[in-house]
């Protein structure tokens, strides 16, 4: 049943001031991004609404040219959207200054490629403790033993990332989004190179960040409530299948979501959406 509250008066007549949702770790309201003008024009994102909660693990799929990487660079500000607002942890993004995008994203966020992204002139540890040298901080070298070890690659220390196999230059890659203890990972196909036991791996450390609450947060001890918040694009159903949800993207927009399934239920929805759209089904095609 809806109450009316005719009678409430607002307490003045400026228009609302658009605030975050409190508790959510990402919150993009209707999101456009173009590319180019004219008839010609690409609507990559044509109007995405979405409210991820901390401590959450979401996939999203969708046909080839659906969006996706599209949706994850202005999630994280590494893109401006061409209308809507972005906000990460209570934060508004969109029209920041690129100094202080860039000092938040160092900061709060990590993010995980398909092609690793390690410098192959610098050591393991030298890697996974870039974020802390770009940002200022102390690099702390037990901090990097730490995270390194939670991948199960203590003793790679030393090695350059050219001597690892790519599942071992993943879990780096992993580690080095770790080390800052960040709210959000943002992932674009981050099994995209691997096999499928190689990839269950890494998917196994992402899903860890997030059932497990972080060592550098606010609270008294140190640490957040809540583990990390991961946002990964895929592909692949198996690997969707770690997600707590799956949002499937077609045509720019949302065209709606699973909480959670199985691999053979997400690769059936899938198949629906990818049929419906008429794209092509990408990297399978
Ligand atoms: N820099 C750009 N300039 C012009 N058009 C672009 C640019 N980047 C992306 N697009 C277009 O925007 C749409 C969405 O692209 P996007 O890369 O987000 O898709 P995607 O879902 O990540 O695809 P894939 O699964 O192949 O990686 C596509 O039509 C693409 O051609
Ligand atoms: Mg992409």
Known sequence: MRLR???RQKADDRPEAPAATPGLAVELRGVRRRYGRGPGAVHALAGV???LPRGTFTAVMGPSGSGKSTFLQCAAGLDQPSAGSVYLGGTEITGMSENRL???????????FQAFNLLPSLTVEQNVLLPLRLAGQRQDRRRA????ARVGLADKARRRPGELSGGQ???VA??????????VIFADEPTGALDTGTAAEVLGLLRHAVDTPTGSGPQAG????HGATVVMVTHDPAAAAWA?????LADGTFAGGLERGSAEQIAARMATLTARTGAMAGAAA
């Open 5 to 7: 509250s005719g009678t």
């Open 49 to 51: 609404d979405l409210a």
């Open 102 to 112: 860039t000092e938040l994203r160092r900061s709060r966020l990590g993010f995980v």
């Open 145 to 148: 033993a730490e995270v390194l």
């Open 169 to 171: 230059q993943q879990r």
């Open 174 to 183: 992993v580690a080095r989004a770790l080390v800052t203890g960040p709210d």
């Open 222 to 225: 140190g640490g957040y409530a």
């Open 244 to 248: 707590d949800q799956v949002l499937f």
